[in-house]
């Protein structure tokens, strides 16, 4: 565990459940802790006396488990602690793409992704990239997929907020 993630502990104590407040002494054993752990979107569960697994409401889908990456940034999570909405202008660059290192960030700015509405952006503890489309439901770009080169979801996202002006 880093002073970074024992920070990010202590300031968002208030969002960690009942679970893993039962389990701290196992993230005192990791290398760097997800941002999950303190996360409103986060459900935690815990295998056996060591084994965690959280799956994350927003992204519908397992974000830790023994041996996957650590998320250590996510738009989701700075969404829904802000209690600000994900900003709808396409031309604005993600919050997790934006921290990210310059060539991570290059290379997320190529995908039509990084510049749809619907996405959710998340950083690993290794500066790679994934998102999350809350159209499709899925994980999309950091997926072992093709990059994605045309989107009704993305379509549909800019045209719904083109018509909300």
């Not at 830790?64 to 396409?90: F, Q």
Request: aromatic letters at 8%; charged letters at 30%; a negative charge.
């Amino acid at each position: 565990m880093t002073h970074e993630d024992r920070e990010m502990l202590e300031t968002g104590y208030h969002h960690i459940g009942p679970v893993l407040r039962s389990a701290l002494p196992l993230l005192k054993d990791m290398p760097r802790v997800p941002v999950c752990a303190a996360c409103p979107a986060a459900q935690w569960y815990k295998f056996g006396d060591n084994l965690l697994e959280c799956h994350c409401t927003e992204f519908r889908s397992v974000m830790y488990e023994r041996g996957s990456k650590v998320v250590i940034d996510c738009d989701a999570r700075r969404y829904l602690i802000s209690g600000k909405p994900p900003h709808p202008d396409p031309d604005v660059t993600r919050p997790a793409v934006l921290d990210a290192p310059a060539a991570q960030r290059k290379v997320a700015e190529q995908s039509l992704c990084e510049s749809c509405p619907a996405s959710r952006w998340y950083r690993f503890a290794d500066e790679t990239l994934g998102s999350y489309c809350t159209q499709y439901r899925g994980r999309m770009f950091g997926a072992g997929r093709d990059e994605v080169k045309a989107c009704d979801a993305r379509e549909d996202e800019i045209a719904r907020i083109g018509s909300d002006d």
